[in-house]
């Protein structure tokens, strides 16, 4: 019998010790984004009561949830003002920044500040503001990460702080989407730029962990419903490369006015929260009233709503330009919140108008998604597995592939960095 102090067998031993705690990180993780998903899901059902998505029109009750934001706005704006001044904005470039800077980290994930964005997020999603949720989830990932370093200094200690952050934030995302391969992509792509394979791996373990225990009560898998084609590759390429254009053009000049708008809204709302608050609230809501509700929340009630009969529901260009505007008003003052999905439905709108006589079922609005968020986030592969999550199967692989591609690139005319690095300079240069 072989000692167990040989050491292969510690090896062995401290590999097992080494996937429990990437186990547990990924179920504290997930833990975190299970409210934020509740949320959401609530958020969906007050969306989808909407004129926009039912045959019924405006009644009293719905008028009031649509014009909500012009109580809520001021409220929210005076509080990141004064009291929960360290709970505004995204939380993505708030975690960016202390990968950048880990002697921050204390200060930017704080527990009271991660409560406060997440308070802040949570009510300004049950008003319908136009905004998505991974940069409170990201956050939320990171915090877990920070609290635990903190607490427990030798646990994950193979890991360096700046890499358990990261991986705990990718997880954050994980969980908020039901998507474990996204977490693990964006991890590497956008917070580290690195694919190494010693990254990989503890990605996987702590971002499925954090996926499964998030979304227990079932979250479908391909969340807006299942494209049923099996369109020719070369029709998906030659599709893929216009929407792509398109839908690329149409993310970086979203990305653009959303980075125009944090430089210009923020500090103005800062020193004036309640005249500026109803300003922005009175734009938000009058978007919703023109867009009959379409405008309201991540988009995803919008997006899943083509798909579920994309023969006789159609969206329009009231729809397309408040898509683009509203979310760049709601992030742009501050309002924690998140960008891939109001730029997964400017794509899918946009795919939506093009291919409308085309008879292509749902493909366009497939296609588009990607092309939108490749151009807003000049992310592609991380646009890829969440569009083939989202609204389809590898049968879409190469219009989606060929969308993200071209969509990054045509993204890159608008904003030359990145949207996320962007705002983290920005971020920087205020503190």
């Not at 995204?90 to 975690?95: A, D, E, F, M, R």
């Not at 994980?174 to 503890?202: C, D, H, K, Y």
């Not at 006015?257 to 608050?277: A, D, F, K, N, Y």
Request: net charge neutral.
């Amino acid at each position: 019998m072989v000692p167990l102090s040989t050491p292969p067998l510690r090896r062995v031993r401290n590999g097992v010790v080494l996937i429990l705690q990437l186990a547990l990180l990924g179920v504290l993780v997930g833990l975190a984004c299970a409210p934020l998903n509740l949320v959401d899901h609530w958020q969906d059902q007050l969306l989808n009561r909407m004129p926009a998505f039912t045959a019924a029109g405006w009644t009293p009750l719905r008028i009031a949830q649509v014009c909500s934001p012009l109580v809520v706005m001021p409220v929210l704006l005076a509080l990141q003002a004064r009291l929960w001044r360290r709970g505004a904005g995204s939380g993505i470039p708030q975690t960016m920044l202390t990968l950048e800077e880990p002697s921050r980290s204390p200060e930017l994930l704080a527990a009271d500040a991660t409560v406060q964005r997440l308070t802040l997020w949570s009510i300004a999603s049950l008003a319908l503001f136009p905004m998505g949720r991974e940069g409170p989830v990201v956050q939320v990932g990171a915090a877990v990460a920070q609290a635990l370093r903190s607490r427990w200094p030798r646990l994950l200690d193979r890991l360096s702080t700046r890499n358990l952050v990261a991986i705990s934030a990718g997880a954050g995302l994980a969980g908020g989407f039901n998507t474990p391969l996204m977490g693990v992509v964006f991890m590497a792509e956008e917070l580290l730029g690195s694919f190494g394979a010693q990254l990989i791996w503890p990605a996987l373990v702590v971002c499925a962990l954090a996926a499964e225990i998030s979304n227990l009560d079932g979250q479908p898998q391909f969340t807006l419903g299942l494209v049923s084609l099996n369109p020719r590759e070369l029709n998906q390429l030659l599709l893929g490369a216009g929407l792509g254009l398109c839908g690329g053009l149409l993310g970086g000049l979203f990305a653009r006015l959303l980075l125009e708008s944090t430089r210009r809204i923020l500090p103005r709302v800062r020193q004036h929260p309640w005249s500026g608050g109803l300003v922005l609230g009175a734009l938000i809501s009058g978007l919703a009233l023109i867009s009959r509700g379409a405008s309201g929340g991540d988009g995803e009630a919008l997006m899943a709503w083509i798909l579920a009969d994309p023969v006789s529901h159609h969206a329009t260009l009231v729809d397309l330009v408040a898509r683009i505007v509203g979310p760049c008003l709601a992030l742009g003052a501050g309002i924690p919140g998140g960008l891939i999905d109001p730029a997964f439905a400017i794509g899918a709108v946009i795919g939506d108008l093009i291919t409308q006589s085309l008879d292509l079922g749902g493909l366009g609005v497939a296609i588009g998604m990607a092309g939108g968020l490749a151009g807003a986030t000049q992310l592609p592969v991380m646009s890829l597995v969440f569009a083939l999550h989202m609204a389809g199967d590898q049968q879409l692989l190469a219009g989606v592939l060929m969308a993200s591609v071209i969509g990054a690139y045509a993204g890159k005319l608008w904003i030359h960095k990145p949207i996320y690095h962007a705002l983290s300079d920005l971020l920087q240069e205020r503190h």
